[in-house]
């Protein structure tokens, strides 16, 4: 074929559609998320259940726009809260056309992950899974390892990944080139989430405060991005509301003079700046509010419907 005929060749058609990612708390899915869009648009902790309602990021691989969701962790609910999130897990994956499952190698055979895969093995959608931490663990146990979930529901396509260093997750993008349905993009091309610059901004504060805490502060602290002003100079000013249940938690926050609280907006304000591209001005207030978790707005707020129950 000559240089001319090359030319004249029909492009390949595009692809898109969405792939969901789920797992128990603290497999690795947010880390997994961020590595194949190339940036951070999920919030990484190693506090369990992090991850609370569903963040979709976007990549391209080829000429197929891939749209990943990355979904709250599947556990046994306790509490309102707990089952908001689940079912949003559930539901972001029964909407996509694959289910990607993601087990950390070090706790593959807990009891959680068991009933994850038994709940799964009904699923209409096709399944990969994804084996995450795989240096963490010799060769011929991670091979019988991948055997024996294989043997237990049928996934399509198996990929062994360090998600942190980024090792074998092009194998996943590049799989998916050929597997979501043909059809024109969603999304324009250089996008990589369709959350509002808002919604990142108050997750990557809560990030911070996880960093900070981790080991002082219930999980279930929330935080609202309350204003957002472009300043005249192309500068944005941000205030935010950090909420917590006590005013003993409020204390923790602020900490002895104000230094944590300091130390969480200055972590805060430089992410948030790179992410914006722009000069921020960062404000954190934080506030008591008794029983957050039975009141209805602040699961719109976050994007989970209230259970009644």
């Given at each position: 074929m000559t240089e001319h005929e090359e030319a004249k060749q029909p492009e390949a058609p595009t692809r898109c559609g969405f792939v969901a990612l789920i797992g128990v708390p603290n497999a690795g899915k947010s880390t997994l998320l961020n590595s194949l869009v190339g940036s951070k648009i999920s919030i990484v902790s190693r506090k369990v259940q992090t991850t609370r309602t569903q963040v979709r990021g976007i990549a391209m691989s080829g000429r197929t726009q891939m749209i990943f969701v990355d979904t709250p962790g599947i556990f046994k609910p306790k509490r309102r809260l707990d089952r908001a999130m689940v079912t949003s897990a559930w539901g972001g994956a029964t909407d996509a056309d694959l289910i990607g499952v993601l087990i950390d190698v070090g706790w593959a055979n807990t009891d959680e992950n068991l009933d994850l895969?038994?709940?799964?093995?009904?699923?209409?959608?096709?399944?990969?899974?994804?084996?995450?931490?795989?240096?963490?663990?010799?060769?011929?146990?991670?091979?019988?390892?991948?055997?024996?979930?294989?043997?237990?529901?049928?996934?399509?396509?198996?990929?062994?990944?360090?998600?942190?260093?980024?090792?074998?997750?092009?194998?996943?993008?590049?799989?998916?080139?050929?597997?979501?349905?043909?059809?024109?993009?969603?999304?324009?091309?250089?996008?990589?989430?369709?959350?509002?610059?808002?919604?990142?901004?108050?997750?990557?504060?809560?990030?911070?405060?996880?960093?900070?805490?981790?080991?002082e502060l219930p999980y279930r602290s929330t935080v609202e991005t309350e204003a957002w002003t472009e300043q005249k100079n192309g500068s944005v000013r941000i205030e935010q509301t950090i909420f917590v249940e006590r005013e003993s938690q409020r204390k923790i926050v602020l900490g002895e003079g104000g230094r944590t609280i300091k130390a969480i907006g200055s972590a805060a304000r430089a992410e948030i700046a790179e992410m914006a591209e722009t000069k921020v001005h960062l404000f954190l207030f934080v506030k008591v509010r008794e029983n957050w978790e039975n009141d209805p707005e602040r699961y719109r707020e976050m994007g989970l419907d209230y259970p009644k129950k």
């Open positions: 895969l038994e709940r799964l093995a009904g699923a209409r959608q096709p399944l990969f899974l994804v084996l995450n931490k795989v240096d963490t663990i010799a060769k011929d146990k991670l091979l019988a390892l991948s055997a024996a979930l294989n043997a237990k529901v049928r996934f399509e396509a198996t990929f062994m990944v360090a998600a942190l260093t980024g090792y074998g997750v092009p194998d996943i993008a590049h799989w998916l080139e050929s597997r979501l349905p043909p059809g024109p993009y969603l999304y324009p091309e250089d996008q990589m989430s369709d959350a509002p610059l808002r919604f990142l901004a108050s997750e990557i504060t809560r990030e911070k405060i996880y960093e900070r805490l981790h080991d």
